[in-house]
């Protein structure tokens, strides 16, 4: 096939570019009392951010440079070696410990989470060989039962971290790959349907799940533990009303709102920006998912197609539902908000994410 490069999206490169500011912005604003009290500084967290944004924004260069379907030669010994990452960070000793998961590898102040490193090996992995069995995907046994599996294999391992979040994130991606990539939507929704009582169990096996359904019913009926985390979101959100209180202004991150520069940045966004701000954030993700659904339509081959596909919709349903989480839409599970939360695993391979879009975006057909 005779490719040729065009200029990359250049809305996808302004979206998440402008997501990456605002995140620093907003880490800065949520994290300054936080990190004066428990770091004696209070840019620490932006500090950090700052590195991270750079090397997140180095890894998107360097992606987009990077021809997609060179992914093809190291995705496999790529993805067993994310396997094995996985594994290693359940093992007692080897894991690192945080808020009472076990979810990251490293040595002192580096660390790695392999989940965030496995969304994109999983979707390149994916994009690989299904690309090249497309003819037996729409039989259940042979065709879509070995990515199943694949697929099952790292929701357990990610479940047992615990990440449920996360966990979701990768089966909901997996599905809307798997249907882009031409498996008959009888055999998915038959196995969406039939997967009800697994979640159900999953969400209703530990004591810490159960009280967030349950606050997620009636979170005033507990508000000082399992409902207090939504409360006091939607108090942040509610007092930004349309145009917020200013930046830097919020009351809720003074030590009221639990992970405010992490899992409910977007309610701190609320509520200094209002509803305007919020909005214009919504706005820059749909700009991006868009877009990129867009790539994966005009997309050259199968390949890079499912391959946009998959990216564009990590992105967009993280997005979702972290989101849903801080707008009491939907019961709470920890998983960051893209490019705006603090944190540097999530912000590196989404950026890195981004970049494989842009490369893809250069050779559509449009």
Not at 108 to 129: C, D, H, Q
Not at 158 to 167: C, H, I, M, N, W
Not at 304 to 323: D, E, K, V, Y
Request: net charge positive.
């Amino acid at each position: 096939m005779s490719r040729r490069r065009k200029p990359s999206d250049s809305i996808i490169m302004f979206s998440a570019t402008t997501l990456l500011a605002i995140g620093v912005v907003m880490v800065f604003s949520s994290s300054s009392v936080r990190a004066l009290q428990d770091y004696g500084d209070a840019y620490y967290f932006l500090k950090k951010q700052l590195m991270w944004s750079a090397i997140a924004a180095f890894g998107m260069a360097l992606a987009s440079g990077v021809d997609y379907w060179q992914y093809r030669r190291l995705i496999a010994p790529a993805f067993a070696m994310n396997i094995l990452l996985l594994v290693l960070v359940l093992i007692p000793g080897v894991g690192i410990v945080s808020h009472g998961a076990r979810r990251s590898l490293g040595v002192g102040p580096l660390t790695m989470n392999p989940a965030e490193v496995m969304k994109i090996t999983w979707i390149l992995f994916l994009s690989t060989y299904l690309s090249a069995n497309r003819e037996k995907l729409r039989l259940f046994f042979s065709g879509l039962c070995p990515y199943l599996v694949g697929a099952g294999a790292i929701f357990v391992l990610v479940y047992k971290e615990p990440d449920l979040g996360t966990a979701l994130a990768i089966a909901g991606t997996t599905f809307v790959v798997l249907f882009s990539a031409g498996a008959r939507l009888f055999h998915l929704t038959g196995l969406a349907l039939a997967s009800i009582p697994a979640f159900l169990w999953a969400a209703m096996s530990e004591e810490y799940r159960r009280a967030r359904l349950f606050a997620f019913l009636d979170p005033w009926a507990d508000p000082m533990k399992s409902g207090y985390h939504i409360i006091q979101s939607l108090y942040a959100l509610g007092s930004g009303g349309l145009f917020g209180m200013g930046l830097g202004s919020g009351r809720q991150k003074m030590l009221f709102l639990p992970e405010a520069h992490t899992d409910f940045i977007f309610a701190v966004l609320g509520e200094e920006m209002g509803f305007v701000g919020a909005l214009a954030v919504l706005s820059l993700f749909f700009l991006l998912a868009w877009r990129g659904y867009r790539v994966a339509m005009n997309a050259p081959d199968a390949m890079s197609c499912i391959m946009a596909t998959g990216i564009t919709t990590m992105i967009a349903l993280q997005a979702i539902i972290n989101i849903g989480v801080v707008t009491a839409s939907m019961p709470i599970t920890g998983i960051p908000l893209p490019f705006v939360s603090y944190g540097g695993s999530s912000l590196v391979f989404t950026m890195a994410g981004v970049g494989i879009l842009l490369n893809i975006s250069r050779y559509t057909t449009e």
